[in-house]
């Protein structure tokens, strides 16, 4: 089991920034690949980002937008919001996968009003 914590949502107006963590314990996380997802009310959980080793992806919406970092050493993964808009509300959640298994944090809410 990888425990995961997400902190760092909350309120914002349009086009502001939130910075999302996501915290874990272990001597492994260097291990695991780290993603991001989001799901807003009523539609299904999306990918928004990933970080293996030192190689990010991003999902088209938020390219540009969003940066994608981890920090080893404190078994942390960050997601810097930028420009946020109302489209991007949703429930937050991160998620560790190692040898094809999937490990969820709690998720944390971000809400972008207009």
């Known amino acids: 089991q990888v425990p995961l914590v997400e902190s760092g949502g909350g309120l914002v107006q349009a086009g502001g920034s939130l910075r999302l963590s996501c915290a874990t314990s272990g001597r492994t996380f260097s291990t695991y690949a780290m993603k991001w997802f989001r799901q807003a009310p009523g539609k299904e959980r999306e990918f928004v980002a990933a970080i293996n080793w030192n190689e990010s992806t991003y999902a088209g919406s938020v390219k540009g937008r969003f940066t994608i970092s981890r920090d080893n050493a404190k078994n942390t993964m960050y997601l810097q919001m930028n420009s946020l808009t109302p489209e991007d509300t949703a429930v937050y959640y991160c998620?560790?996968?190692?040898?094809?298994?999937?490990?969820w944090g709690q998720g944390t809410q971000v809400t972008v009003s207009s």
């Open positions: 998620a560790a996968d190692l040898a094809g298994t999937r490990w």
